[in-house]
């Protein structure tokens, strides 16, 4: 069985950027704003990208998966647009290097034979979805590489035996998502698949390769239909999308207030199982309302409540019933030239020949130790105390998760 590892770019752009912080740069300078920052940038990109790929075993292809404008930012949204609340910090990052070098990283992984995937108008996250979808169809697995819980709705077990997974990345929580059903179906072994004398072919089964997955990492089982269904009713703050469920606040009329998790639960606790296509329908609205105002204490009207489902659905649901014709159609011809990629290239041959790499020694952040490949650079700790170094202007960043390390 054929292994597609799709990543998600932008994951591993931002992650790389606020890991590095403002080492390398001068006092009031930008980051990225001079060479120096511009190429600790470049490496911390592709020491993770190499990293990240070779830790992941079995893999036959990687597709990289790029944002464009998004078309859902045309939908109408109340106070606002479709991710209008997210705001770069102009202060201190030179975003106009940002983009131009993530582009030119994206070209150089183009040059080195990896599958670049961006299309006019579709999100990274469509095209996750539909390379899932296209893959699995015809017996190929695929692993999701993102932080994005929005792709937790795409994870499946087909009939064919392969399966859809979403992997995050992160050190700290570092986990593998699935149905019930791939977790299950990781103890099949597939007769006839194994050829003693032919060594590509072993550990090669579904099960083979999920038993190495979760070997590896944590595990948690996810329903991916209850995930769309819940993001469409609650909304994503994230991308400024509201709840279907939402009030002024009494005590300050400049704030809205959304329907919580919780009130969720126990709204649907009185209704049949729902899920998103049900909802789309129209033929639960009328009871889901009811719930709503008995939960809630409120007044709602089913067709208001029904205007929010589908414009939500268009805003958060990944399913060919809501991507554009358009872009499905372009994907499809994409789809069509798909060819074999390289898997693992270790980070100085992802750089070779650039003006980004060279064998001069270069002091980076800790994490640019921590890969995969065995690849080492001096760092500003101390080797003894594992301490940094006080060096002037440098302070090394950490996560939400407290470390610098992306893997």
Same mark, same amino acid.
Request: with cysteine.
């Given at each position: ?5 799709? &990543? ?26 001079? /060479? ?38 045309? &939908? ?19 975003? *106009?290097?940002?983009?131009?070098? #993530? ?11 990896? @599958?670049?995937?961006? &299309? ?36 499946? #077990? ?5 399966? %859809?997974?979403?992997?995050? !990345? ?7 998502? =699935?149905?019930?059903?791939?977790? +299950?179906?990781?103890? &099949? ?19 083979? @390769? ?13 329903? !991916?239909?209850?995930?769309? #269904? ?29 329907? %919580? ?12 199982? =729902? *899920?998103?296509?049900?909802?789309? #329908? ?55 030239? @798909? ?8 980070? +100085?041959?992802?750089?070779?020949? %650039?003006?980004?790499?060279? +064998? ?15 690849? +080492? ?8 105390? /594992?301490?940094?170094?006080? %060096? ?16």
């Amino acid at each position: 069985m054929k292994l597609n590892l799709i &990543i998600d770019a932008s994951g591993i752009f931002y992650r790389s950027l606020f890991t590095i912080g403002n080492y390398g740069t001068k006092k009031d300078e930008k980051l990225l704003y001079s /060479e120096d920052s511009k190429g600790i940038f470049m490496r911390k990109l592709a020491t993770d990208f190499a990293a990240l790929v070779k830790s992941v075993e079995n893999v036959n292809r990687v597709i990289v998966c790029l944002d464009s404008s998004s078309w859902r930012k045309k &939908i109408q949204i109340e106070d606002g647009g479709y991710k209008s609340t997210r705001k770069k910090d102009e202060s201190s990052i030179d975003w *106009n290097s940002f983009f131009e070098l #993530t582009q030119e990283f994206t070209e150089i992984l183009g040059s080195r034979g990896y @599958i670049i995937s961006k &299309i006019k108008d579709a999100e990274a996250d469509d095209l996750l979805y539909l390379w899932s979808r296209e893959l699995n169809s015809v017996g190929e697995s695929v692993i999701l590489v993102t932080g994005d819980r929005d792709l937790h709705q795409v994870v499946q #077990t087909c009939e064919n035996g392969c399966f %859809t997974v979403a992997l995050d !990345p992160v050190a700290q929580r570092r986990k593998i998502y =699935l149905t019930k059903e791939t977790l +299950e179906n990781r103890k &099949i072994v597939e007769p006839g698949e194994v050829d003693l004398f032919n060594p590509d072919s072993w550990n090669s089964s579904a099960g083979d @390769i999920l038993e190495n997955l979760i070997a590896k990492n944590d595990h948690q089982i996810i329903d !991916p239909v209850e995930v769309a #269904t819940k993001k469409v009713l609650l909304g994503d703050a994230g991308d400024a999308v509201p709840s279907v469920v939402t009030w002024i606040d009494k005590k300050d009329i400049t704030k809205t207030r959304s329907m %919580t998790e919780t009130k969720l639960n126990k709204v649907l606790s009185s209704l049949p199982p =729902l *899920n998103w296509k049900k909802l789309k #329908t129209g033929e639960f609205t009328d009871f889901f309302t009811e719930s709503v105002n008995e939960v809630m204490k409120m007044n709602l009207e089913s067709s208001e409540i029904q205007q929010k489902i589908d414009r939500n659905i268009q805003l958060v649901v990944l399913d060919k019933a809501v991507i554009p014709e358009e872009i499905q159609q372009n994907f499809a011809m994409l789809a069509e030239r @798909i060819t074999s990629s390289p898997v693992h290239i270790p980070r +100085e041959q992802i750089l070779e020949g %650039t003006q980004w790499w060279s +064998e001069r020694k270069t002091i980076v952040p800790r994490s640019y130790s921590i890969s995969f490949d065995d690849i +080492e650079e001096d760092s500003p700790f101390d080797v003894k105390t /594992e301490e940094p170094k006080i %060096t002037k202007g440098i302070s090394l960043p950490k996560d939400k998760g407290g470390s610098s390390a992306l893997f």
